[in-house]
């Protein structure tokens, strides 16, 4: 196994903290109109305040998800085709089974505390 540098993962270096660089390494088309249609409302929202702590905080968590899919682009992947399956079961009236892994145990394997 070979060392990274501090930054880079296999599949490449962490996205700079900017909108460009978050929305290009997103992965998923449901994470780039997510992240489009929020930055539409972030940005109304900082026009009508001027809180520029709204646009700081919207590119942090962002980014959080963006980095998550530069590190594990597969795990994003699943966590939408087990979103799919949820829904489904939801709508069919099924019961959601319960993994064996409870969702703090699955941000834990993330990294989020």
């Known amino acids: 196994m ?8 296999p599949e490449g270096p962490l996205p ?19 992240f489009d249609a929020s930055l539409d409302a972030v940005l109304a929202e ?4 001027s809180d520029l702590g709204l646009l ?4 942090h968590t962002w980014w959080l998800i963006a980095c998550d899919s530069v ?8 966590l939408y085709e087990r979103a799919v399956r949820v829904q489904e079961l ?4 099924k019961p959601i089974p319960r993994g064996d892994k409870t969702w703090r ?6 990294g989020v505390e």
């Open 90 to 93: 939801v709508d069919a009236g």
């Open 71 to 78: 590190k594990d682009p597969q795990g994003r992947r699943d």
């Open 56 to 59: 700081r905080e919207f590119i």
């Open 16 to 34: 700079e903290k900017n909108p460009h660089a978050i929305r290009r390494a997103l992965v998923m088309p449901q994470d780039r109109d997510g």
């Open 105 to 110: 145990e699955l941000l834990a394997e993330r």
């Open 46 to 49: 900082v026009r009508a305040s």
């Open 2 to 9: 070979s060392v990274q540098p501090p930054g880079v993962f």
